[in-house]
């Protein structure tokens, strides 16, 4: 394809990025368009919460063969190696490719050896989806053995697009935003009387329930003690007998976090109606201090670890915060020991990356689509 062509064809990709749509519809649509300008043979297309760079939902897969998603996400950080997202949404560019960062010596990377190689990608290339210093969305491109290798002209065109995918990810935030578990379960909404008594709820908060206290859940009011409480409180809230908010992190029975809240209603004519409650899995921002405290690490500690997640080096650290290296150094010790970890990868993995896991690869999961070309 001449310079001019693929010139137009990202131009196109870049007004198409700026119609309304889905970010599953978005992905689908840019992936289509990007490979006519810069070939792949698979891929792996991800929202990503910006505060932390962690992938959420939806997403998409590309001819990426079964076992190979369930480890993606573990060695990303657990394994120290190339082209790694929290370091790309931190450099220049935001772009790079495998050949380049490992010298010409794709074999260096535990990537290459254990996720490519086996699948018969040869070269990779990696992108972010920045609006400012927020990333959005990232993108792995895979080329196959025999293809050629990403040049630095596809580096260039991925570039110039990505900014508009960011904008378009951005201005989905609210929809596209929440976990793969969210768009599975939730959110799912529960009317309550004015003595909190249960009175009718959807499929989706009743599988949340389920997912709370069995599935004998509406006879069994200690495991429900939290919905109840939340109601409660709503309803004290109302008579101005105690202030907001009428929510709560509970975690269910599978281990992740579920988002509950509740408000009382009334109608048109100003009489006290039903108590509102909706039930959904936490998303990242609302789980992250709940996470950190369990482990017992002071306010500093604290601040370092989301610093740490969202890729900064000891000593942006240190100048973020106002400290030393040294003193950051020893927070980081102190981080460690509390959590159990030996690395700042697997202190990321451990609080954080572990909760998105399972939902990204379940292949029930309508916010993940799964293709083949």
Same mark, same amino acid.
């Given at each position: 394809?001449?310079?001019?062509?693929?010139?137009?064809?990202?131009?196109?990709?870049?007004?198409?990025?700026?119609?309304?749509?889905?970010?599953?519809?978005?992905?689908?649509?840019?992936?289509?368009?990007?490979?006519?300008?810069?070939?792949?043979?698979?891929?792996?297309?991800?929202?990503?919460?910006?505060?932390?760079?962690?992938?959420?939902?939806?997403?998409?897969?590309?001819?990426?063969?079964?076992?190979?998603?369930?480890?993606?996400?573990?060695?990303?950080?657990?394994?120290?190696?190339?082209?790694?997202?929290?370091?790309?949404?931190?450099?220049?560019?935001?772009?790079?490719?495998?050949?380049?960062?490992?010298?010409?010596?794709?074999?260096?990377?535990?990537?290459? @050896?254990? &996720?490519?190689?086996?699948?018969?990608?040869?070269?990779?290339?990696?992108?972010?989806?920045?609006?400012?210093?927020?990333?959005?969305?990232?993108?792995?491109?895979?080329?196959?053995?025999?293809?050629?290798?990403?040049?630095?002209?596809?580096? =260039?065109?991925?570039?110039?697009?990505?900014?508009?995918?960011?904008?378009?990810?951005?201005?989905?935030?609210?929809?596209?935003?929440?976990?793969?578990?969210?768009?599975?379960?939730?959110?799912?909404?529960?009317?309550? =009387?004015?003595?909190?008594?249960?009175?009718?709820?959807?499929?989706?908060?009743?599988?949340?329930?389920?997912?709370?206290?069995?599935?004998?859940?509406?006879?069994?009011?200690?495991?429900?003690?939290?919905?109840?409480?939340?109601?409660?409180?709503?309803?004290?809230?109302?008579?101005?007998?105690?202030?907001?908010?009428?929510?709560?992190?509970?975690?269910?029975?599978?281990?992740?976090?579920?988002?509950?809240?509740?408000?009382?209603?009334?109608?048109?004519?100003?009489?006290?109606?039903?108590?509102?409650?909706?039930?959904?899995?936490?998303?990242?921002?609302?789980?992250?201090?709940?996470?950190?405290?369990?482990?017992?690490?002071?306010?500093?500690?604290?601040?370092?670890?989301?610093?740490?997640?969202?890729?900064?080096?000891?000593?942006?650290?240190?100048?973020?915060?106002?400290?030393?290296?040294?003193?950051? @150094?020893?927070?980081?010790?102190?981080? &460690?020991?509390?959590?159990?970890?030996?690395?700042?990868?697997?202190?990321?993995?451990?609080?954080?990356?572990?909760?998105?896991?399972?939902?990204?690869?379940?292949?029930?999961?309508?916010?993940?689509?799964?293709?083949?070309?």
């Amino acid at each position: 394809m001449d310079a001019a062509t693929a010139a137009r064809q990202a131009s196109a990709l870049v007004e198409a990025c700026a119609q309304p749509t889905t970010d599953r519809e978005l992905f689908g649509a840019v992936s289509e368009r990007l490979r006519r300008i810069v070939p792949f043979d698979g891929a792996a297309w991800f929202a990503v919460d910006p505060a932390t760079v962690l992938a959420t939902a939806p997403a998409r897969i590309e001819n990426v063969e079964a076992g190979h998603c369930e480890s993606y996400w573990a060695r990303e950080y657990l394994v120290e190696d190339a082209i790694l997202y929290r370091d790309l949404a931190r450099s220049e560019t935001g772009v790079g490719t495998l050949y380049e960062a490992t010298g010409e010596n794709p074999g260096r990377s535990a990537r290459y @050896r254990e &996720f490519l190689a086996p699948q018969g990608y040869d070269d990779e290339l990696r992108a972010t989806f920045r609006v400012g210093p927020s990333t959005w969305g990232v993108v792995d491109l895979f080329r196959e053995r025999g293809r050629g290798r990403f040049t630095a002209g596809d580096v =260039d065109l991925v570039r110039t697009v990505a900014p508009a995918i960011g904008l378009a990810l951005r201005g989905l935030s609210q929809a596209a935003r929440v976990s793969a578990a969210t768009a599975v379960d939730g959110p799912g909404t529960a009317l309550f =009387d004015e003595s909190g008594r249960l009175t009718s709820l959807d499929e989706r908060a009743e599988r949340l329930f389920t997912e709370i206290a069995g599935t004998q859940w509406s006879t069994l009011p200690l495991p429900m003690t939290a919905i109840y409480a939340v109601v409660a409180r709503a309803g004290a809230i109302h008579a101005g007998t105690d202030r907001g908010p009428a929510a709560c992190r509970v975690r269910s029975s599978s281990g992740r976090w579920l988002s509950v809240y509740a408000s009382c209603l009334r109608g048109p004519d100003g009489r006290p109606g039903p108590t509102a409650l909706t039930i959904e899995p936490a998303k990242s921002a609302q789980i992250a201090p709940i996470i950190v405290e369990a482990y017992s690490l002071t306010p500093r500690e604290q601040e370092i670890t989301r610093s740490v997640a969202r890729g900064l080096s000891n000593p942006e650290i240190a100048a973020e915060l106002f400290l030393s290296p040294h003193t950051v @150094r020893d927070h980081l010790k102190a981080i &460690f020991a509390k959590v159990g970890v030996g690395s700042r990868g697997e202190l990321v993995a451990k609080l954080f990356a572990d909760h998105y896991g399972s939902e990204l690869h379940d292949p029930a999961n309508p916010a993940v689509t799964h293709a083949e070309y």
